[in-house]
């Protein structure tokens, strides 16, 4: 029978929630549990493919093509698990099927009412991700933070399970303990508060996990336990950390899976983080560094929610920059400056390897074509990222082909050689303003082609599947002319003929691919594809 851990926000957001339940489920993971995780993001929105990255951070995909919150990447590369579109609840998902069931005439003529029939969806949906994915553990990260309207069903659906199995329902706080610079000390009140506000939906913590800047002291421990109504030793401190993968050891070292085990009942059981403490040893040790350039758009809302938005990026290059035991230094540069200053673009040679990611829309295009113009010309190692392949081929196309003008029919719609342009299937999408959902998402099989760097990267491996978010594509009319330039088509799709990765020969690397690796890359098993870049880049200064 699964257990059920909720985990809720308290005082703040953006405290890094996601990555404290990734490290709970790492925990139990280790002492041979199987665990899972849901999380709740409390929007209207069905998915997160219609939100946008800057406000709401990076649109994760999962295998089945769900277009879901950041943190099913934190819970993917914590429980190195696949999860998919059961793993992510909305409150648009919730109503929709609240709504379509009572359209149908399900709820046999009773008044479906907010409270209880969408907290049973809600719990409905919770204990079909457990079934599906068989967990002795299930993890349920409710989005936001105690005391907001959006959330409140969320707790009461938690409330609610608790009532109906109150044996396996666990329920965690993660808090905030700022420390006023004017006291220098660290305060427990507003945790006190969130408690306060936790307790009014029914709900008391059974642990609270303290995020703060430095590790909570005795008497805080003891303040917060106090005021807070939880044991002393299930005030677990969580300070702040260099890679978020520390988290789970931090965790430990306060025993915390243990004390969910005895909560539950259940033995204790050693903890197995051996290989994570490795690395994470190493990891210290690092000091020769691998400079890596981000070629995106600028964003007005400043460097940290931007970053947020590419994280399953620069988490790959992490992995693999260790790989090469390395020391990953990423640096954000904003395409719109080579478009005023097109000498700017000199700067690229500072960097062992740059990488074009995916995108949508005009902002910046010609910057980014710039740079890569820049790193196929000067051979420094290119990865581009579904934007970054079409990009690429644009470049290729203008500069190699002679192709004046080429584009794609996304940013430049009456281009004369549309190299990249909509998918059939889109145009008719599009045509009816179907926009949610309706990408090309998910995994989709790619075949490659012996002898290519990719296929050396992948090894044996000649189909892979990888996961894929856009409308255009390659307009497979202008193949023969790329490849007769030399760009090398190093995988295709063989159930529709598409160009999944792009290489340029003679380069020592440049590869470009259709698809998101960045989502496969997990930290002790780095993406093949980054893994090679990095690998290379690394070497270019030797
Ligand atoms: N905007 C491009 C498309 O829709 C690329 C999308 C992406 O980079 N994820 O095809």
């Known amino acids: 029978m699964a257990k059920y851990i909720f985990v809720a926000g308290g005082v703040m957001s953006g405290i890094g929630k996601g990555v404290a339940v990734a490290s709970i489920g790492k925990i139990l993971k280790s002492k041979g549990f199987k665990v899972t995780a849901v999380k709740i993001d409390p929007y209207i929105n069905v998915d997160a493919g219609t939100m946008n990255p800057i406000e709401h951070g990076e649109v994760f995909v999962t295998q089945d093509g769900d277009e879901c919150d950041q943190d099913i990447g934190n819970y993917e590369r914590f429980l190195d698990v696949d999860l998919t579109r059961t793993n992510y609840i909305t409150t648009g998902r919730v109503y929709q099927a609240v709504i379509n069931r009572e359209r149908n005439l399900e709820y046999n003529g009773k008044c479906v009412e907010v ?279 644009i470049e290729f196309a203008r500069h190699v082909c002679g192709l004046k003008g080429a584009a794609s029919t996304e940013f430049d719609p009456k281009t004369p050689y549309p190299v990249i342009d909509l998918m059939m299937e889109q145009k008719a999408l599009l045509k009816e303003k179907r926009y949610g959902g309706t990408m090309r998402l998910g995994d989709y099989k790619c075949e490659l082609r012996p002898g290519t760097l990719s296929s050396k990267a992948y090894g044996k491996e000649k189909y892979i599947l990888e996961r894929h978010r856009h409308r255009y594509e390659v307009n497979n009319a202008f193949r023969e002319k790329l490849e007769e330039k030399g760009l090398k088509i190093a995988g295709i799709n063989p159930e529709a003929d598409l160009v999944e990765i792009i290489e340029i020969p003679g380069h020592p690397f440049f590869v470009a691919s259709q698809f998101h690796p960045e989502f496969k890359s997990r930290p002790l098993r780095p993406h093949p594809l980054f893994r090679e870049f990095i690998k290379v880049a690394a070497n270019r200064r030797k």
Not at 205 to 215: E, F, G, K, N, T
Not at 224 to 244: Q, Y
Not at 359 to 371: C, L, Q, S, W
């Open 115 to 393: 409270v209880p029939d969408i907290p049973n969806e809600a719990i409905f949906r919770i204990k079909k991700a457990a079934k599906k994915d068989k967990a002795d553990f299930v993890l349920i990260e409710i989005g936001g933070t105690v005391g907001e309207y959006q959330n409140m069903l969320f707790l009461e659906a938690a409330r609610m399970l608790r009532l109906e199995k109150p044996k396996d329902v666990l329920f965690v706080m993660v808090s905030f303990l700022p420390i006023p610079s004017m006291t220098g000390e660290m305060k427990t009140k507003p945790t006190q508060t969130a408690v306060r506000t936790l307790n009014g939906a029914g709900i008391q913590p059974d642990i609270i996990l303290a995020r703060s800047m430095v590790p909570l002291d005795e008497p805080r421990k003891r303040k917060i336990s106090i005021f807070c109504n939880v044991a002393k030793e299930d005030v677990i401190s969580a300070p702040d950390v260099k890679t978020i993968y520390e988290v789970p050891l931090n965790f430990e070292n306060d025993n915390l899976g243990n004390r969910i085990l005895k909560k539950f009942n259940l033995k204790s059981r050693k903890s197995n983080l051996n290989d994570w403490n490795k690395i994470i040893r190493m990891i210290r040790t690092l000091r020769t560094p691998v400079k890596i350039g981000i070629v995106g758009k600028y964003f007005e809302t400043g460097d940290f929610t931007l970053m947020d938005s590419y994280i399953s990026v620069l988490e790959a290059i992490k992995h693999a920059a260790w790989f090469s035991k390395r020391k990953p230094e990423i640096t954000w540069l904003s395409s719109e400056k080579y478009e005023r200053n097109p000498s700017a673009v000199k700067e690229l040679k500072d960097f062992d390897g740059i990488i074009v990611p995916g995108g949508f829309g005009k902002r910046g295009v010609e910057g980014k074509i710039k740079a890569i113009e820049f790193c196929r010309k000067q051979k420094i190692p290119y990865l581009g990222l579904c934007f970054g392949l079409q990009l690429a081929v």
